[in-house]
Nanobody, 127 residues
Framework: QVQLVESGGGSVQAGGSLRLSCAAY????????MGWFRQVPGKEREGVAA???????SYADSVKGRFTISQDAAKNTLYLRMNSLQPEDTAMYYC?????????????????????WGQGTQVTVSS
């Protein structure tokens, strides 16, 4: 079993920055495929960024150039650095993991590919 615990959400003004963290427990972190997803009420969960064990990344077009996913295997922790935040980035952000990444990086942001999820951390961006 993999347990994921997110932190770092909060409220910021447009143009501000936040860094989300996700601590992983219960499995060898370096073997995991990890991703960040977000969801607003009434909408489907959206893939934001993902990273595999080799460091390959995938980003949603809406966050490219503003968000950066990274990981510290020694700390079993995944990060999402979010810069130039906009009101449309407001959502509950979830960390997700699975034992292997999809074959193609274009599928890294598909939520059904992940079996383990954190409880979420809220990000609110005001204009």
């Amino acid at each position: 079993q993999v347990q994921l615990v997110e932190s770092g959400g909060g409220s910021v003004q447009a143009g501000g920055s936040l860094r989300l963290s996700c601590a992983a427990y219960g499995y060898i972190y370096s073997s995991l495929c990890m991703g960040w997803f977000r969801q607003v009420p009434g909408k489907e969960r959206e893939g934001v960024a993902a990273i595999d064990s080799d460091g390959r990344t995938s980003y949603a077009d809406s966050v490219k150039g503003r968000f950066t996913i990274s990981q510290d295997a020694a700390k079993n922790t995944l990060y999402l650095r979010m810069n130039s935040l906009q009101p449309e980035d407001t959502a509950m952000y979830y960390c997700a993991a699975d034992f292997r990444c999809p074959r193609y990086s274009s599928d890294y942001l598909l939520s059904y590919k992940y079996n383990y999820w954190g409880q979420g951390t809220q990000v609110t961006v005001s204009s």
